[in-house]
């Protein structure tokens, strides 16, 4: 099995691209989705969080106030870090769980659905691929206001605080352009899938995994066969 991450910029339509990949019966780890899950109310997140922001950062229903927590680490580095240190290993070990999962129900590829894949950096390295949703700066900005509810000026600006998409485009192995119709970035996905599915990069994997297990298998049966005799 390889790992294939999949990126983008704000409303470019990696929600959209990855919705397909489903649909074609690839399994994706949804980096967002597991980042929420994992500071619900009792998790071992959650508790780290409010013990170092304070009460004052939960909802009435108790769970973590996602918006005030945004802005408190927008401006504060500091916090931010913090933030990373107690999140990040539990999103780590979260997703690593879904790609065992995956590993042994045989898949070729998992898709790691990581917006800020080229920007933290950490998760990129273990990547096989890397592909990036591409949109034309107009159709971005359109597609966000209207998803969103957006001036065109707060559009611009998230936009604007994110890596620009033309770079995003460069660092990546294979490029979706969502500038035009659905139909035209359905072929794409397929055409990209059937590649990816007949790429042999999987057999790096499974080998390992057979050779690790053969030699903990005979490792068990000499330590049996010393015990017994
Ligand atoms: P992202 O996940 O990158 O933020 P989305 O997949 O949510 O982006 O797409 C942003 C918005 O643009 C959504 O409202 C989506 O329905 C719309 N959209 C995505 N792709 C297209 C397309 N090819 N043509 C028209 N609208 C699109």
Same mark, same amino acid.
């Given at each position: 099995m390889f790992l294939v991450g999949l990126t983008g910029g704000i409303a470019s339509g990696k929600s959209t691209v990855a919705a397909v990949f489903r649909e074609l019966g690839c399994p994706v780890v949804d980096a967002d989705q597991i980042a929420r899950q994992i500071v619900e109310p009792d998790s071992p997140a959650y508790w780290a969080i409010v013990r170092s $922001?304070? =009460? =004052?950062? +939960?909802l009435e229903d108790k769970k973590i106030n996602r918006e005030k927590l945004g802005n408190i680490i927008f401006t504060d580095v500091e916090k931010r870090q913090l933030l990373n240190s107690i999140t990040h290993p539990e999103i780590h070990k979260a997703m690593l769980k879904q790609i065992f999962k995956y590993f042994i129900q045989g898949y070729r590829y998992v898709i790691l659905d990581v917006p800020l894949l080229f920007e933290?950096?950490? +998760?990129?390295?273990?990547?096989k691929h890397t592909v990036v949703v591409y949109c034309d700066p107009q159709a971005q900005l359109t597609r966000l206001m209207k998803r969103n509810s957006l001036t065109q000026a707060e559009a611009e600006r998230r936009i604007g605080a994110q890596m620009p998409l033309e770079q995003k485009r460069k660092l990546a192995n294979h490029v979706i352009d969502n500038s035009g119709d659905s139909v035209s970035t359905y072929r794409q996905v397929c055409k990209l899938h059937s590649q990816l599915e007949d790429? +042999?990069? $999987?057999l790096a994997v499974r080998l390992l995994a057979v050779v690790t297990l053969t030699g903990i298998g005979g490792l068990l049966c000499i330590l049996i066969k010393r015990c017994i005799f």
């Open positions: $922001f304070g =009460e =004052e950062i +939960l933290t950096n950490k +998760l990129a390295r273990f990547m790429s +042999l990069d $999987f």
